[in-house]
């Protein structure tokens, strides 16, 4: 879904402008809340604004919904969905089937499962897994216990949340190593700030976001790294979970909204998966070096193991792997280039700072 400039957005927000309504909606960082351009609501300034071109896509990167502007009322059953998500947003803790949230929704199982999925692009126990895992990192950076982040968090034992964290962000090697066969991956292009990317993802989740000046360039890279699998060009009517990923990580890259949390497909050695799961954990307009990584996992003699793993990332930005830069403070290599990652971190740095 396009949208207005950004130019035009803040001008429309400014002014609460009612014909923009429906043509986008923003989000304010400092409150979490997401509105429609005629909101009343006391003006926030301007660095907090992130734009959306749907409800659906501010939900997804963790807005709720303004109770003064109403954003969702015009559409009943996004109103319904969104009262789902936050149920399990307050009972992440608890066991929650299918059937009981259906009840909850008064809708079928099947029918709250399906559109569910269409709005926001993962089920409802993929959002409920996703819930406890940001608040088990929540509780990991105030200071908690490993074991005491596990059980708040709701997990209930230390193999879930280490078997939920391969479950969302990878698999065996032994899987990579049949280079994708049997497995259909669905690719798409989009332009960004950063140029062409193209998103691939298989049912699991996103398994390769790549930058660079052309789409047959992306396909031959796709096919040397998957050479058995079976690829399919997408329409957003053929795959809405992809399109919505990547409105999100464009906005993301462009507009500075929140780096969304997505389904990912990650394929390589223990020791890279170990590097990449900690990568997710370095926040925006931070940066280490690749020997402080290796310090930070436990492998202190490791620096160019993680130099090795963070090169070997295919999902580039979602894997923020170009927040490592060399120890002297140069900012190392990029396999998307230089340019792009100079651009990633200034812009990173910028947000941090307003």
């Given at each position: 879904m396009s949208m207005p400039s950004e130019e035009e957005m803040r001008t429309a927000v400014s002014t609460r402008d009612k014909a923009s309504d429906g043509g986008f909606f923003y989000g304010v960082i400092t409150t979490g809340v997401f509105c429609k351009p005629s909101c009343t609501s006391r003006?926030?300034?301007?660095?907090?604004?992130?734009?959306?071109p749907s409800a659906e896509s501010a939900i997804v990167a963790g807005f709720r919904p303004c109770k003064r502007c109403r954003p969702t009322a015009d559409n009943p059953q996004l109103t319904r969905l969104v009262d789902i998500a936050r149920y399990i947003e307050s009972h992440a803790e608890e066991r929650l089937t299918l059937a009981q949230l259906a009840d909850q929704a008064e809708l079928s199982p099947s029918r709250l499962q399906?559109?569910?999925?269409?709005a926001f692009g993962v089920s409802p126990k993929a959002y409920q897994d996703a819930i406890r895992m940001r608040k088990f990192k929540?509780?990991?950076k105030e200071g908690a216990t490993v074991t005491d982040a596990i059980y708040s968090s709701g997990f209930g034992s230390i193999s879930r949340v280490y078997g939920e964290a391969t479950r969302n962000i990878g698999m065996t090697p032994k899987a990579y190593r049949v280079g994708g066969s049997g497995e259909t991956i669905t690719y798409a292009?989009?332009?960004t700030a950063l140029g062409l990317m193209l998103m691939a993802a298989t049912v699991k989740g996103i398994c390769s976001v790549q930058f660079g000046e052309n789409e047959e360039t992306f396909l031959t890279k796709l096919q040397e790294e998957f050479p058995k699998a079976e690829f399919e060009a997408s329409s957003s009517q053929n795959s809405p979970e992809l399109d919505a990923w990547m409105n999100l990580l464009g906005m993301n890259i462009s507009q500075g909204t929140p780096r969304p949390d997505l389904p990912l497909d990650l394929r390589g050695t223990a020791f890279q998966m170990r590097v990449w799961q900690f990568l997710l954990g370095i926040r925006e307009g931070d940066v280490l070096s690749y020997s402080e990584v290796a310090a930070q996992i436990g492998k202190p003699k490791a620096f160019r193991a993680v130099a090795s793993a963070c090169a070997a990332n295919r999902v580039g930005v979602l894997i923020p792997c170009h927040r490592v830069i060399r120890g002297d403070g140069g900012h190392g290599g990029w396999r998307w280039g230089m340019e792009r990652k100079r651009a990633l971190l200034d812009s990173e740095r910028k947000r941090r700072r307003g």
């Amino acid at each position: 879904m396009s949208m207005p400039s950004e130019e035009e957005m803040r001008t429309a927000v400014s002014t609460r402008d009612k014909a923009s309504d429906g043509g986008f909606f923003y989000g304010v960082i400092t409150t979490g809340v997401f509105c429609k351009p005629s909101c009343t609501s006391r003006p926030a300034l301007p660095e907090n604004l992130r734009f959306f071109p749907s409800a659906e896509s501010a939900i997804v990167a963790g807005f709720r919904p303004c109770k003064r502007c109403r954003p969702t009322a015009d559409n009943p059953q996004l109103t319904r969905l969104v009262d789902i998500a936050r149920y399990i947003e307050s009972h992440a803790e608890e066991r929650l089937t299918l059937a009981q949230l259906a009840d909850q929704a008064e809708l079928s199982p099947s029918r709250l499962q399906r559109i569910f999925k269409q709005a926001f692009g993962v089920s409802p126990k993929a959002y409920q897994d996703a819930i406890r895992m940001r608040k088990f990192k929540k509780s990991l950076k105030e200071g908690a216990t490993v074991t005491d982040a596990i059980y708040s968090s709701g997990f209930g034992s230390i193999s879930r949340v280490y078997g939920e964290a391969t479950r969302n962000i990878g698999m065996t090697p032994k899987a990579y190593r049949v280079g994708g066969s049997g497995e259909t991956i669905t690719y798409a292009c989009r332009e960004t700030a950063l140029g062409l990317m193209l998103m691939a993802a298989t049912v699991k989740g996103i398994c390769s976001v790549q930058f660079g000046e052309n789409e047959e360039t992306f396909l031959t890279k796709l096919q040397e790294e998957f050479p058995k699998a079976e690829f399919e060009a997408s329409s957003s009517q053929n795959s809405p979970e992809l399109d919505a990923w990547m409105n999100l990580l464009g906005m993301n890259i462009s507009q500075g909204t929140p780096r969304p949390d997505l389904p990912l497909d990650l394929r390589g050695t223990a020791f890279q998966m170990r590097v990449w799961q900690f990568l997710l954990g370095i926040r925006e307009g931070d940066v280490l070096s690749y020997s402080e990584v290796a310090a930070q996992i436990g492998k202190p003699k490791a620096f160019r193991a993680v130099a090795s793993a963070c090169a070997a990332n295919r999902v580039g930005v979602l894997i923020p792997c170009h927040r490592v830069i060399r120890g002297d403070g140069g900012h190392g290599g990029w396999r998307w280039g230089m340019e792009r990652k100079r651009a990633l971190l200034d812009s990173e740095r910028k947000r941090r700072r307003g």
